[in-house]
Structures are given as C-alpha cells and as structure tokens.
C-alpha cells in the first residue's frame, strides 16, 4: 500500500497540492481496515510525501517534490564525518568525473565565462595572502562545475558535499604554492571544457580530488 501510494507520487501519478482518497475511500480500495491504512499515511508522512491536515477540508496532501531531504541527509553525513575520508575522497574521484565529462559536452558559453571569472577571482586571492577566502571560493568552482554537468544528481551532491566538505580538515593549506597548484589544475580543466575534451577534463578533475582529498586539503 505504502509502495504504491509512493510510486504514484513519485512518478508523478499524484500531483503536488492534490488530496489522497478519504480513509474511508482507501480502506475500499486496499480491501483493508482502518490501522493499516493509518499506519500507511503515517509513514508517508515521515518521508515527507504528504502532508496530514486535521479538521474540516483537512485530510492527506501530497507534498511538492524537493531535494531538501536528500541535501539535509548527505549533508549531516558529511558534516559529521560519518564517511572516512578516503571513502569520501573515491566517491568524489567518481562523480566529480562525471561531471567534468558532462560539463565538456554540454557547458554555456555564460557558464564557461564564470568560471574564467571566479578562476581569476582565485588568482586575486593568492596574490592578496587571502588564503582562506582562496579555498572556500575553490569549492564554488566544483559546484559551477557539476552545474555545468546538465545532471540533476550530480548537480545536487556535489553542492550538499562542498558546502560541508571543510568538516574534513583541521586547517586550510597555508603555503601558496598549494593554492597556485590547485589554480593551475583548474587552468587545465577550464581549457579542457573550452575545447569539449571530455576524457581529459575527467582525468583532470579526478586527479584534482585525489591531490587534494587524499591530503584533506580540499
């Protein structure tokens, strides 16, 4: 019951905004009895599918779609470090790939032009001692990037996973020959999305990560 409810819900089937049947009316349509059909509503309660409203006009609504949950859940896990760092540092090695791979086939030209901007922006920074601001501006890059991928899911991990991924380390890097190696990578894949090279833009970035995660240093 829970399943099926979930499914229309999820496909579409069950719009935002619209009611689900009455309990009486469910009851007739699962062939069943009042305590599961409840127990069912609760549960899709809990996973945020509906909304329950008492009262006269009140009932069981569907709940707009969002990425909120999945975007709270990763980001708990990795605020909280409940990943080891290694294992954090491979699935970014995979999924940052791939959306560097995707970037150089589908990036816009006003896309590619901000990143060139935020790249100099970077620059500016080292040049300035403004270490710190360097690397949380550096994370805003893998974030344009993934956006750039065109792909919904990378588009929202890699987001959640940069906008808590500083949980990782202890301290930034404070030697600019650190911050000038990342600005030279990012060189390298920003020219690679100019130039729709999709297998070098995702050997770049991963060896991005790698260099970096594996050092907690990004």
């Given at each position: 019951?829970?399943?099926?409810?979930?499914e229309?819900?999820v496909?579409?089937?069950?719009?935002?905004?619209?009611?689900?049947?009455?309990?009486?009316?469910?009851?007739?349509i699962?062939?069943?009895?009042?305590?599961?059909?409840?127990?069912?509503?609760?549960?899709?309660?809990?996973?945020k599918?509906i909304?329950?409203?008492?009262?006269?006009?009140?009932?069981?609504?569907?709940c707009?779609?969002?990425?909120?949950?999945?975007?709270e859940?990763?980001?708990l896990?990795?605020?909280?470090?409940?990943?080891?760092?290694?294992?954090?540092?491979?699935f970014?090695?995979v999924?940052?790939?791939?959306?560097?791979?995707?970037?150089a086939?589908?990036?816009?030209?006003?896309?590619?032009?901000?990143?060139?901007?935020?790249?100099?922006?970077?620059?500016?920074l080292?040049s300035d001692?403004?270490?710190?601001?360097f690397?949380?501006?550096?994370?805003?890059?893998?974030?344009?990037?993934?956006?750039?991928?065109g792909?919904?899911?990378?588009?929202?991990?890699?987001?959640?996973?940069?906008?808590?991924?500083?949980?990782?380390?202890s301290?930034?890097?404070?030697q600019?020959?650190?911050?000038?190696?990342?600005?030279?990578?990012?060189s390298?894949?920003?020219?690679a999305?100019?130039?729709?090279q999709?297998?070098?833009?995702?050997?770049?970035?991963?060896?991005?990560v790698?260099?970096f995660?594996?050092?907690?240093?990004?």
């Amino acid at each position: 019951m829970v399943t099926q409810i979930e499914e229309a819900i999820v496909s579409g089937k069950l719009s935002a905004g619209e009611k689900l049947p009455s309990e009486r009316d469910l009851i007739k349509i699962f062939n069943t009895s009042r305590g599961p059909i409840r127990e069912a509503l609760k549960a899709l309660e809990q996973k945020k599918l509906i909304e329950i409203r008492a009262g006269s006009g009140g009932g069981a609504t569907v709940c707009p779609m969002g990425t909120d949950l999945l975007r709270e859940t990763l980001g708990l896990l990795v605020r909280h470090r409940i990943v080891p760092e290694a294992h954090m540092a491979e699935f970014r090695e995979v999924i940052e790939g791939l959306a560097a791979s995707l970037a150089a086939e589908r990036i816009k030209p006003e896309q590619l032009e901000v990143l060139v901007k935020m790249w100099a922006e970077l620059s500016d920074l080292i040049s300035d001692d403004k270490l710190e601001v360097f690397w949380s501006k550096e994370r805003q890059l893998h974030r344009l990037l993934a956006k750039a991928s065109g792909n919904l899911m990378c588009e929202w991990v890699v987001d959640t996973i940069n906008q808590e991924i500083s949980s990782y380390q202890s301290l930034y890097p404070v030697q600019r020959s650190r911050a000038q190696e990342a600005l030279a990578d990012w060189s390298a894949i920003i020219k690679a999305l100019e130039n729709s090279q999709c297998n070098r833009a995702l050997s770049l970035i991963k060896a991005h990560v790698v260099r970096f995660s594996l050092l907690g240093e990004t």
